[in-house]
Nanobody, 122 residues
Framework: QVQLVESGGGLVQAGGSLRLSCAFS????????MAWFRRAPGKEREFVAS????????DYSDSVKARFTISRDNAENAVNLQMNSLKPEDTAVYYC???????????????WGQGTQVTVSS
């Protein structure tokens, strides 16, 4: 069974940076596309970024493009999200997710982590 464990969340001032990590176990990591989603208070879960199985193709929501970078290390079984120039509207619980094929729709993803809180103060 695939297990995903996020880490790296916390409190940061606007304009600051955070790096989230997601540790993957229970299957062959390189068989899975990975993504980050987030859910802000009172809002639905939304797509943030995704990366293909070999890391060759990435995709970002318009709200984070040019500020966030998704990457993966298939030797370490981990996917990361570098978040720069953070804004208060980035405040949310961030989830990593795994699927056999990448995409922006959450129902494409079979496995989810428990989430990590990111809070950006103004």
């Amino acid at each position: 069974q695939v297990q995903l464990v996020e880490s790296g969340g916390g409190l940061v001032q606007a304009g600051g940076s955070l790096r989230l990590s997601c540790a993957f176990s229970g299957h062959t990591f390189s068989n899975y596309a990975m993504a980050w989603f987030r859910r802000a208070p009172g809002k639905e879960r939304e797509f943030v970024a995704s990366i293909t199985r070999n890391g060759a193709i990435t995709d970002y929501s318009d709200s984070v493009k040019a500020r966030f970078t998704i990457s993966r290390d298939n030797a370490e079984n981990a996917v990361n999200l570098q978040m720069n120039s953070l804004k208060p509207e980035d405040t949310a619980v961030y989830y990593c997710a795994a699927a056999l094929v990448t995409g922006r729709r959450s129902n494409r993803y079979d496995y989810w982590g428990q989430g990590t809180q990111v809070t950006v103060s103004s």
